[in-house]
């Protein structure tokens, strides 16, 4: 067992359990060269886009087909030896680290389409494709999958975090997306959950249990997903409000009227600064929502009009309109930019991402008293937010030398969260538990509720291998 | 341990296990005159919507708040006796009857809304509360629940079978529309489970591994589900075509251009019949899409223009039309009588529904096939659909005098559902598996997804008290 680090009142125990030389042994035998036991390897597996650093996995496996997760969990499960699952290494809460030991198990290599069905509207893949090839792979067919996290992300990563993003407000989340699934289980079984049907009643829905399970009961190794057609008319815009409360109130009431807007951004006067100086965009520095509006022509007409309404009796600019593929390629690229456009303005900086999702009535109370306290608080922080869901996005900034910014950040955050949970709502929208909400969890969920989630993992991983100390201590 | 059956082929065995006097003393010192042993009471909760009758439970227990299923679940737990939770009895696959004995937990009287959260589209309600209930109580709010089934169903007893009908197409099941839940877990325990947030990411989705789960895993006590604001417009059409055939692929082409149709459902010539008998529409006794489409005036007018525009290439008639909400109310309830109506038109019959639900590019393959089969056996059926979502329905019906037309009946819905699974659907669409598809279900998830589902129950529900002997057998 390690000491304690510095974080140990924010991650759990580091217990990297040992790593039989007998396993690596069987690794390199079954894998040659796809099992790596570089450090350089391994570190770059045993990170995500978090601010925590941990020892990194034992060795790290290359999986080019679902029969090599397979034999790769089974080598592993002989040994009781932990297994990580690793997609593209996006992830915000340091799903990845292995503060238990063990193995990870790349699947980026496993990037086929294996069968768009463009008249069922659905597309079946492996689990390293990401959203962007994804979305290429299936341009000509008239069709796209809608889900956005911002990055690059796979879509097995995806679906094991529960991912969402800024088409979420119409498109629902992986939880609505994702029809079924191929999992290797933690004694190395191929098990299918789903079917292509759009709906079914046939017994436990092992599909949802499986998003957002973090790696915890399985490797997902195919999965189907549902795509849409591309609307006849996309039209994108802008609109600058003189508060952030401004720009607030407008989504609220835009979601209480039923509008199908696809997107709505809140971007902060701080997030468009940054996004200004690193994207060269020239958007005036105040609050504002980035919209999307999908449909008919008529129909697009008819809800940006009635959105503008809105906006104007809150204060809000006339639209700044995209209509083009290209202009709105740019304003995304820039939104999605934010959080690199924000470690840019502080070079050297880390960033502690917050992840709060309350009910819409809610959202004014909940974003702006902790925007005053991260105002109070001399931190530099952006604020991006999928508002029309609820749910929004601090970043602090922080420099790494001054430990006493992060104790800050984390109050901030803590405050937060604790915020959302009164006002029924949840600590993490969309980037999952990972190591950094387990408190926060309990605290949502209940004792008795985690306990659940603790038996189930019990169950279904007796060795307790399948990515360990993430979502509950156990 | 009772003979085998004339249906043990059909069903599991019935093996009743004992219910010590003892636990009735101590839930009738409990509950005093809300538990009844009376042999009416108990034959009316052993049964439900399907053509199986099986002995009933030892007690009926009249639960009026969360506390009362709690108590009666530690007591039957003591015991080890079984629990069985009822709502208003429409369901269809043989849920509620006491194949192992134990108890019924009737939550009818639990029938209070609890919270309407208009302004986030949510409400809060306890189990008992029908979908007609509950969308009187929203009336005022200017939002609705779309989830409609037919039958006036209980909302917990829509969750635990993950139910959804006409309205499916556009708004999901209730796996899309349930927010959040308490549960009575197997020991007595009272959870929560989700939030009024949109969307999380907190850990495993036990919402969605309690709804569907049939009652196997835990009592539902509390539900928050999504509300929709009305449409500003809505309208109704009917339209007849010459073939089931050409209403099918005008159905798979709507769906396949992405129009967000509300509903849209076959109707063919013999349910057509039927409910002119019975409801006196003098509709024109040739298959039909019954259709709804909801959005603003004009985009109402532009659904329902491209709509016919498809029906008429595929020889449809001239759309007529039911704008007002007492011509729309006509014709639903004559849509949801369809069952009724073709009881009435064999009378003393039983029927045997089928729910099979495939991928839209499948639908006419898999169901033309199967009106083949069931116009050459003779059996008189009646045939409606949720086509848009791919699931349909053929009701047989049957001489409960004539054994061997339950023979028949079970052979066509056995060659439906190896049809469906082959086309990669689901044997189940809405119904559940209860009692009569268990066997369907290890074909279509396989032995090992089935067994993962086993391992779930056996870890949250070790005595084998909830609801046992439905869904797979344990």
């Given at each position: 067992m390690n000491a304690p680090t510095a974080l140990s009142h924010l991650v759990p125990e580091i217990n990297q359990r040992e790593v039989a030389p007998a396993l690596i042994d069987a690794l390199k035998a079954r894998f040659g060269a796809n099992c790596s036991t570089a450090l350089v390897v391994r570190e770059q597996h045993g990170r995500?886009?978090?601010?925590f650093e941990v020892p990194p996995p034992a060795a790290v496996v290359f999986a080019e087909s679902t029969q090599d997760v397979a034999d790769a969990v089974r080598l592993a499960s002989e040994h009781s030896v932990p297994v990580i699952p690793f997609g593209v290494?996006?992830?915000?809460?340091?799903?990845?680290?292995?503060v238990q030991g063990g193995i990870s198990i790349d699947v980026s290599r496993m990037n086929k389409v294996l069968s768009i069905n463009a008249e069922d509207l659905t597309v079946t893949v492996q689990p390293g494709v990401t959203r962007k090839q994804l979305n290429e792979a299936v341009k000509s067919t008239g069709?796209?999958?809608?889900?956005?996290?911002?990055?690059?992300?796979?879509i097995g990563g995806m679906s094991a975090t529960r991912a969402s993003g800024t088409?979420?407000?119409?498109?629902?989340?992986m939880r609505e997306n994702v029809l079924g699934l191929e999992v290797v289980t933690a004694s190395g079984e191929i098990i299918r959950t789903g079917t292509r049907a759009k709906k079914s009643s046939a017994g436990y829905d092992l599909t949802r249990l499986m998003v957002g399970s973090e790696g915890t009961l399985g490797v997902i190794t195919e999965v189907t997903v549902r795509l849409y057609p591309l609307p006849e008319a996309i039209s994108a815009a802008i609109c600058s409000f003189p508060s952030i409360e401004a720009a607030v109130r407008t989504t609220i009431q835009v979601i209480q009227l039923g509008v199908p807007i696809a997107r709505v951004e809140l971007i902060d006067h701080n997030s468009v600064r940054m996004v200004n100086a690193h994207s060269?965009?020239?958007?005036?520095e105040e609050p504002m929502l980035l919209m999307e509006f999908h449909g008919s022509p008529t129909g697009v007409k008819e809800q940006a009009e009635l959105v503008q309404e809105i906006a104007s009796e809150h204060g809000g600019n006339a639209f700044e309109w995209a209509s083009t593929p290209e202009e709105r390629t740019r304003l995304w690229t820039a939104r999605h930019n934010a959080y690199f456009a924000a470690v840019q303005s502080k070079p050297g900086c880390k960033v502690i991402s917050t992840d709060t999702c309350v009910p819409i009535s809610r959202l004014a109370d909940c974003l702006l008293d902790s925007v005053k306290e991260a105002d109070e608080s001399g931190i530099p922080y952006f604020l991006v937010g999928h508002v029309g869901d609820g749910n929004f996005h601090f970043g602090y900034l922080l420099?790494?030398?001054?430990p006493e910014e992060r104790v800050v950040a984390e109050k901030l955050n803590h405050d937060l969260v604790s915020r959302a949970l009164r006002l029924e709502g949840t600590c993490t929208g969309e980037h999952g538990v990972g190591l950094h909400k387990m408190d926060f969890l309990v605290t949502e969920a209940g004792a008795g509720a985690v306990e659940m989630m603790r038996t189930i993992k019990r169950a279904l991983d007796p060795k307790n291998i399948m990515n360990p100390g993430k979502i509950f201590s156990i």
């Open positions: 995500d886009e978090s601010s290494g996006s992830s915000l809460e340091g799903h990845l680290l292995a069709l796209f999958f809608p889900i956005d996290p911002g990055a690059d992300a796979s088409n979420a407000v119409r498109y629902g989340t060269k965009l020239g958007l005036r420099d790494p030398n001054k």
